[in-house]
């Protein structure tokens, strides 16, 4: 993995709620959707990720710094029985 994507992708995760609440579900399976050029081991490694360490951080940024996006995608379950 070439240091330029592994920043980019650690970048990414800071500053995307969106990109980063996707990667909840499966890190590897968002990178190979998003054409992050990683090897079989280098998504090993991904997937060792803990995104909650990312969220944390996340939350410390200035949304200025941050990705202007919609707000994080909410699954069936959180939403269920409001309304």
Known sequence: M???SVERLLGRLLT???F???ATT???NVCRLEGYDLTEGELNLV????IRTFESV???LDPGLCRATTPPKKSPRTSAGKG
Do not use: H
């Open 58 to 60: 996340a939350s410390q």
């Open 20 to 22: 980063r609440n996707d």
């Open 47 to 50: 997937e060792r990720i803990n």
């Open 26 to 28: 499966s890190l590897t």
């Open 2 to 4: 070439c240091q330029d």
């Open 16 to 18: 995307d709620a969106n």
